[in-house]
Protein backbone atom coordinates (compact mmCIF):
# COMPACT_ATOMS: atom_id res chain seq x y z
CA UNK A 1 0.00 0.00 0.00
CA UNK A 2 1.37 3.46 -1.24
CA UNK A 3 -0.32 5.23 1.83
CA UNK A 4 -2.16 4.48 5.02
CA UNK A 5 -5.34 4.80 6.03
CA UNK A 6 -4.84 7.97 7.62
CA UNK A 7 -2.68 9.72 4.91
CA UNK A 8 -3.41 13.43 3.77
CA UNK A 9 -1.72 15.37 1.05
CA UNK A 10 0.59 18.20 2.11
CA UNK A 11 -1.48 22.13 1.18
CA UNK A 12 0.84 23.88 -1.78
CA UNK A 13 3.33 26.36 -0.06
CA UNK A 14 1.71 29.08 -2.84
CA UNK A 15 -2.46 28.67 -2.21
CA UNK A 16 -3.56 31.69 -4.31
CA UNK A 17 -7.55 31.00 -3.89
CA UNK A 18 -9.94 27.91 -2.73
CA UNK A 19 -11.78 25.66 -4.81
CA UNK A 20 -14.97 27.14 -6.77
CA UNK A 21 -16.28 23.43 -6.91
CA UNK A 22 -15.54 20.07 -6.92
CA UNK A 23 -16.52 16.20 -6.85
CA UNK A 24 -16.82 12.73 -8.44
CA UNK A 25 -18.13 11.86 -12.28
CA UNK A 26 -18.04 9.41 -14.72
CA UNK A 27 -16.13 9.72 -18.03
CA UNK A 28 -17.30 7.41 -21.14
CA UNK A 29 -13.47 6.42 -22.94
CA UNK A 30 -13.14 5.56 -26.84
CA UNK A 31 -13.62 1.91 -26.28
CA UNK A 32 -16.57 2.05 -24.22
CA UNK A 33 -14.92 2.47 -21.16
CA UNK A 34 -16.78 4.30 -18.19
CA UNK A 35 -14.32 5.49 -15.74
CA UNK A 36 -14.88 7.17 -12.26
CA UNK A 37 -13.05 10.79 -11.99
CA UNK A 38 -13.28 13.73 -9.51
CA UNK A 39 -12.76 17.04 -10.60
CA UNK A 40 -11.89 20.06 -8.79
CA UNK A 41 -11.94 23.77 -10.43
CA UNK A 42 -9.99 26.61 -8.85
CA UNK A 43 -11.51 29.83 -7.61
CA UNK A 44 -8.32 31.44 -8.60
CA UNK A 45 -7.58 29.95 -12.21
CA UNK A 46 -3.49 29.68 -12.87
CA UNK A 47 -3.91 28.81 -16.54
CA UNK A 48 -2.82 25.07 -16.14
CA UNK A 49 -4.44 22.20 -16.26
CA UNK A 50 -3.75 18.51 -14.16
CA UNK A 51 -4.80 15.27 -15.20
CA UNK A 52 -4.01 13.38 -12.05
CA UNK A 53 -2.86 9.15 -11.76
CA UNK A 54 -3.08 7.90 -8.68
CA UNK A 55 -1.64 4.86 -7.03
CA UNK A 56 -2.38 1.24 -7.27
CA UNK A 57 -5.62 2.12 -5.10
CA UNK A 58 -7.08 4.30 -7.65
CA UNK A 59 -9.36 6.76 -7.02
CA UNK A 60 -8.66 7.47 -3.28
CA UNK A 61 -9.69 10.09 -1.09
CA UNK A 62 -6.46 10.61 -0.82
CA UNK A 63 -6.20 11.91 -4.61
CA UNK A 64 -9.74 13.70 -4.19
CA UNK A 65 -8.28 15.42 -1.43
CA UNK A 66 -4.74 16.42 -3.43
CA UNK A 67 -6.94 17.63 -6.45
CA UNK A 68 -8.36 19.79 -4.27
CA UNK A 69 -4.58 21.13 -2.99
CA UNK A 70 -4.13 21.56 -6.57
CA UNK A 71 -7.10 23.21 -6.98
CA UNK A 72 -6.22 26.02 -4.57
CA UNK A 73 -2.93 26.42 -6.30
CA UNK A 74 -4.64 27.54 -9.04
CA UNK A 75 -4.69 24.41 -11.33
CA UNK A 76 -8.34 22.92 -13.13
CA UNK A 77 -7.49 19.15 -11.84
CA UNK A 78 -8.92 15.90 -12.96
CA UNK A 79 -8.56 12.95 -11.31
CA UNK A 80 -8.80 9.81 -13.11
CA UNK A 81 -9.38 5.72 -12.08
CA UNK A 82 -7.85 2.94 -13.14
CA UNK A 83 -10.39 -0.10 -13.05
CA UNK A 84 -13.38 0.85 -14.71
CA UNK A 85 -13.58 -2.24 -16.81
CA UNK A 86 -12.81 -4.96 -13.78
CA UNK A 87 -14.80 -3.03 -10.88
CA UNK A 88 -17.07 -0.94 -12.38
CA UNK A 89 -17.29 3.04 -11.60
CA UNK A 90 -19.11 2.45 -7.93
CA UNK A 91 -17.62 3.92 -4.99
CA UNK A 92 -14.99 1.55 -3.27
CA UNK A 93 -14.24 1.37 0.25
CA UNK A 94 -10.09 0.77 2.09
CA UNK A 95 -10.71 -2.98 2.00
CA UNK A 96 -10.40 -2.30 -2.27
CA UNK A 97 -7.18 -4.36 -3.26
CA UNK A 98 -6.03 -2.78 -6.07
CA UNK A 99 -2.93 -5.28 -6.70
CA UNK A 100 -5.42 -8.21 -7.36
CA UNK A 101 -6.65 -5.97 -10.35
CA UNK A 102 -3.23 -4.60 -11.42
CA UNK A 103 -2.54 -7.44 -13.51
CA UNK A 104 -5.91 -6.46 -15.00
CA UNK A 105 -4.53 -3.05 -16.18
CA UNK A 106 -2.71 -2.97 -19.82
CA UNK A 107 -1.23 0.27 -20.87
CA UNK A 108 -3.44 1.25 -23.58
CA UNK A 109 -6.05 0.77 -20.94
CA UNK A 110 -4.49 3.89 -19.15
CA UNK A 111 -3.35 5.84 -22.46
CA UNK A 112 -7.45 4.92 -23.51
CA UNK A 113 -8.56 7.21 -20.39
CA UNK A 114 -6.29 9.24 -20.09
CA UNK A 115 -7.09 10.92 -23.31
CA UNK A 116 -10.57 10.96 -22.36
CA UNK A 117 -9.91 12.39 -19.32
CA UNK A 118 -7.33 15.29 -21.18
CA UNK A 119 -10.42 15.91 -23.37
CA UNK A 120 -12.70 16.85 -21.03
CA UNK A 121 -10.21 18.82 -18.96
CA UNK A 122 -9.92 20.84 -22.04
CA UNK A 123 -13.46 20.86 -23.17
CA UNK A 124 -13.64 22.69 -19.46
CA UNK A 125 -10.87 24.79 -19.65
CA UNK A 126 -8.38 25.25 -22.96
CA UNK A 127 -4.84 25.24 -21.52
CA UNK A 128 -1.87 23.93 -21.01
CA UNK A 129 -1.75 20.16 -19.46
CA UNK A 130 0.08 18.60 -16.96
CA UNK A 131 0.17 14.99 -15.91
CA UNK A 132 1.00 14.57 -12.68
CA UNK A 133 1.18 10.64 -10.93
CA UNK A 134 2.53 8.91 -7.86
CA UNK A 135 3.80 5.34 -7.62
CA UNK A 136 1.73 3.32 -10.63
CA UNK A 137 0.41 6.61 -11.00
CA UNK A 138 3.98 8.16 -11.75
CA UNK A 139 5.31 5.60 -14.19
CA UNK A 140 2.48 6.11 -16.06
CA UNK A 141 2.74 9.81 -16.04
CA UNK A 142 6.13 9.55 -17.62
CA UNK A 143 4.79 7.40 -19.90
CA UNK A 144 2.11 9.44 -21.38
CA UNK A 145 4.07 12.39 -21.84
CA UNK A 146 5.12 9.87 -25.08
CA UNK A 147 1.60 8.95 -25.81
CA UNK A 148 0.31 11.50 -28.14
CA UNK A 149 -1.61 13.23 -25.64
CA UNK A 150 0.07 16.90 -26.62
CA UNK A 151 1.24 17.21 -22.52
CA UNK A 152 2.96 19.93 -21.92
CA UNK A 153 4.61 18.07 -19.35
CA UNK A 154 4.41 15.18 -17.18
CA UNK A 155 5.75 14.79 -13.79
CA UNK A 156 6.12 11.77 -11.56
CA UNK A 157 6.94 10.93 -7.78
CA UNK A 158 8.74 7.44 -6.93
CA UNK A 159 7.24 5.74 -10.12
CA UNK A 160 8.23 2.13 -10.82
CA UNK A 161 9.81 2.36 -14.16
CA UNK A 162 7.98 -1.07 -15.50
CA UNK A 163 5.39 0.97 -15.86
CA UNK A 164 6.97 3.98 -18.75
CA UNK A 165 7.64 0.50 -20.62
CA UNK A 166 8.43 1.02 -24.13
CA UNK A 167 7.65 4.32 -24.48
CA UNK A 168 10.50 5.17 -23.00
CA UNK A 169 12.46 5.25 -25.93
CA UNK A 170 10.01 7.87 -26.98
CA UNK A 171 10.40 11.24 -27.59
CA UNK A 172 7.93 13.58 -24.99
CA UNK A 173 7.02 16.14 -23.58
CA UNK A 174 9.43 17.59 -21.14
CA UNK A 175 9.56 15.16 -17.28
CA UNK A 176 9.85 16.15 -14.28
CA UNK A 177 11.11 12.89 -11.71
CA UNK A 178 10.63 12.89 -8.25
CA UNK A 179 12.11 9.89 -6.30
CA UNK A 180 12.77 8.46 -2.57
CA UNK A 181 15.94 8.22 -1.92
CA UNK A 182 15.39 4.93 0.58
CA UNK A 183 12.43 3.43 -1.91
CA UNK A 184 12.01 -0.09 -1.39
CA UNK A 185 9.74 -0.62 -4.51
CA UNK A 186 12.23 0.89 -6.62
CA UNK A 187 16.11 0.63 -6.77
CA UNK A 188 18.82 3.22 -7.79
CA UNK A 189 20.06 1.26 -10.80
CA UNK A 190 16.76 0.50 -12.22
CA UNK A 191 16.32 4.30 -12.17
CA UNK A 192 19.56 4.91 -14.00
CA UNK A 193 18.77 2.02 -16.35
CA UNK A 194 14.98 4.53 -17.02
CA UNK A 195 16.99 7.49 -17.32
CA UNK A 196 19.47 5.93 -19.67
CA UNK A 197 17.04 4.92 -22.04
CA UNK A 198 15.35 8.92 -21.62
CA UNK A 199 18.65 9.85 -22.75
CA UNK A 200 18.96 7.61 -25.78
CA UNK A 201 15.61 9.35 -26.60
CA UNK A 202 16.95 12.58 -26.19
CA UNK A 203 14.35 13.04 -24.24
CA UNK A 204 14.24 16.92 -21.48
CA UNK A 205 13.96 15.36 -18.55
CA UNK A 206 14.73 16.61 -14.47
CA UNK A 207 15.14 14.43 -11.74
CA UNK A 208 15.60 14.98 -8.08
CA UNK A 209 16.20 12.37 -5.30
CA UNK A 210 15.23 13.15 -1.56
CA UNK A 211 17.63 11.48 0.35
CA UNK A 212 16.38 8.95 3.34
CA UNK A 213 12.51 9.28 1.86
CA UNK A 214 10.47 6.62 2.04
CA UNK A 215 8.76 5.61 -0.50
CA UNK A 216 5.06 7.73 -0.38
CA UNK A 217 6.58 10.29 1.45
CA UNK A 218 4.15 13.22 -0.08
CA UNK A 219 2.02 12.95 2.84
CA UNK A 220 1.20 15.63 5.26
CA UNK A 221 1.39 12.90 8.03
CA UNK A 222 4.98 12.23 7.84
CA UNK A 223 6.06 15.32 10.42
CA UNK A 224 10.22 14.65 9.21
CA UNK A 225 9.17 14.93 5.52
CA UNK A 226 7.68 18.06 5.28
CA UNK A 227 10.61 19.96 3.85
CA UNK A 228 10.61 17.49 1.06
CA UNK A 229 6.77 17.65 0.56
CA UNK A 230 6.97 21.48 0.46
CA UNK A 231 10.22 21.15 -1.90
CA UNK A 232 8.24 18.99 -4.36
CA UNK A 233 5.72 21.33 -4.68
CA UNK A 234 7.57 24.28 -5.34
CA UNK A 235 9.48 22.18 -7.96
CA UNK A 236 5.88 20.91 -9.87
CA UNK A 237 4.71 24.60 -9.45
CA UNK A 238 8.12 26.15 -10.71
CA UNK A 239 8.01 23.12 -13.45
CA UNK A 240 4.46 24.03 -14.77
CA UNK A 241 5.03 27.10 -14.59
CA UNK A 242 8.07 27.35 -17.11
CA UNK A 243 6.59 24.42 -19.46
CA UNK A 244 2.89 26.09 -19.60
CA UNK A 245 3.29 27.85 -22.76
CA UNK A 246 2.12 25.21 -24.99
CA UNK A 247 1.96 21.63 -25.25
CA UNK A 248 6.09 20.10 -26.16
CA UNK A 249 4.93 16.56 -27.21
Same mark, same amino acid.
Given at each position: ??????? %????????????????????????????????????????????????? %??????????????????????????????????????????????????????????????????????????????????????????????????????????????????????????????????????????????? %??????????????????????????????????????????????????
Amino acid at each position: MCHDIDS %RPPAAPAVTGGVAEHGPLEIGAADGNRLRAYRAAPAVPNGRNVLLLPDV %RGLHPFYASLAQRFAEAGFHTLVMDYYGRSVGTAPRDDSFDGYAHLPLLEPHHVETDAAAVAETIRAWHPGPLFSVGFCLGGGYSWRLGAAGLGLSGAAGFYGPPRFVGDRADQPSAPLLMLLAGDDVATTPREYAELTAAFD %RAGKQYEAHTYEGAPHSFFDDSYDQWQEACTDAWHRILAFTARHGEQPNE
